[in-house]
């Protein structure tokens, strides 16, 4: 259907050079040949038919190859036996990674969470968190949650490097549903996340981690608390949560 483009026609004849313009030169001659034998009597044209239709086929022969020797050009071309190899590639990755999952399973369920826990960042910061995606959706509905709260708390500092901040707020969500009391290690880190909000339900997970990381003894807490009340206010229109952050302000 792109040669019904009138523009990659040309471009299609000019690429071809002469080849293209003497194969149509033969096209017309042979039609003009075929309708003056139809005219002069039937049974020549069928002497002439063989013979056209011959030259026809050699003709469009001639033009496919010229065509072929183009196809970069014009088609697209799929390595299918790199996508075989990346698919097998793939596949034998799940394979390894359904087999060490289920290493680290054995070991939760032994009571072993601590080492469970170590081994699974240790597999994660070692092929640089690329996993971690795959790895989250399968523990993360473990019976025991701890190893997921322990890899997330490791991944959130790479995924705020990364810039990943959509991903970091969902991820904090999922922490604070399992532990109401969940923060991160930084103010500023917190004050970012608290910035790059931008729905109702980002609102209220960004104030929890402020309210979070200001009860924590040795922090500066007026500026997490100033910034979780303008949230509050200024965009959700709280005025309950807003108070109760006004009275944690004056108490402090």
Known sequence: MAFLDPVKLIRFAWDQGASYWHCVLALLLASACFRLALEHHFSVFLLALPVGLYCAVFMFKVLGDSLYARRDTYFSQV????DRKALAQLSKSREFLDRRLQAILGLVRNRKTDQACRELEHFL?????????TVFAVISNWPDRRPAQHVVAAYLPVALARRQY??????CKWQLQQDRAFTLNDNEDVLLLADQAATPGQYRVS???????ADKPGVER???LEKAAFIAGARLNDEKRLAEIMTRMHQT
């Open 79 to 82: 390595d299918f036996k790199a």
């Open 125 to 133: 910061v070692s092929n640089q968190w690329q996993y971690f995606d």
């Open 166 to 171: 959509m991903q970091a707020l969902e991820l």
């Open 207 to 213: 104030i929890r981690l402020l309210l979070n990381r």
């Open 222 to 224: 007026k500026i997490l």
